[in-house]
Nanobody, 115 residues
Framework: QVQLVESGGGLVQDGGSLRLSCEVPGILFSSDRMGWYRQAPGKARELVATITITQITNYADSVKGRFTISRDGANKKMYLQMDSVKPEDTAVYFC?????????WGQGTQVTVSS
């Protein structure tokens, strides 16, 4: 069992910035893939961004050019830098680890963008 812990959510104004962090404990494997998802009220959970051990990244079209995913292997952390946020970015954000077809999730952190 892998326990992921997110932090850094909160209230931010339209056009502002916020950085989310996720602690990814234990040893990472070359096939691991990490990422961020989000779920807005009344909507399905959706992919925000993913990153591999080799730092290959992928982004949803809705956040490209505004959000940046990164990973600090030494400190076993993953980040989501959110810039130029919009009210439609309001959601609960979850970090995730995919390992050998198993998906592990954090508890989620609320991000609210005020207009």
């Amino acid at each position: 069992q892998v326990q992921l812990v997110e932090s850094g959510g909160g209230l931010v104004q339209d056009g502002g910035s916020l950085r989310l962090s996720c602690e990814v404990p234990g040893i990472l494997f070359s096939s691991d893939r990490m990422g961020w998802y989000r779920q807005a009220p009344g909507k399905a959970r959706e992919l925000v961004a993913t990153i591999t051990i080799t730092q290959i990244t992928n982004y949803a079209d809705s956040v490209k050019g505004r959000f940046t995913i990164s990973r600090d292997g030494a400190n076993k952390k993953m980040y989501l830098q959110m810039d130029s946020v919009k009210p439609e970015d309001t959601a609960v954000y979850f970090c995730t680890l995919t390992r050998a077809s198993e998906n592990y999730w954090g508890q989620g952190t609320q991000v609210t963008v005020s207009s």
